[in-house]
């Protein structure tokens, strides 16, 4: 069996992910890597059915639907304006 390896870059470009997502998965055992020449590895079969969900099973980040965003504290919605402002 001869697997592609892919780098954390090629993962992180693959789920719509930053590569600091990757390596968190990687730290925590929710994604299989091994180092080939000191290179953090991924088997392409494993990247491509890890989720890159939280452990909760939802995205992180902003939450998009109305519904959803009403339940956003007020303290919440002051800080993602302050970051836009900047």
Do not use: C, F
């Amino acid at each position: 069996m001869n697997d592609q390896y892919l780098s954390v870059s090629q993962v992180a470009s693959l789920k719509g992910v930053s590569r600091n997502a990757v390596y968190k998965a990687v730290r925590e055992g929710r994604l299989a890597s091994t180092k080939l020449v000191g290179v953090v590895a991924i088997r392409r079969s494993d990247a491509e059915a890890w989720s890159a969900r939280s452990r909760t099973g939802r995205k992180t980040g902003k939450p998009t639907s109305e519904e959803a965003k009403a339940k956003i504290s007020v303290a919440q919605r002051l800080r993602w304006q302050k970051r836009r402002s900047e």
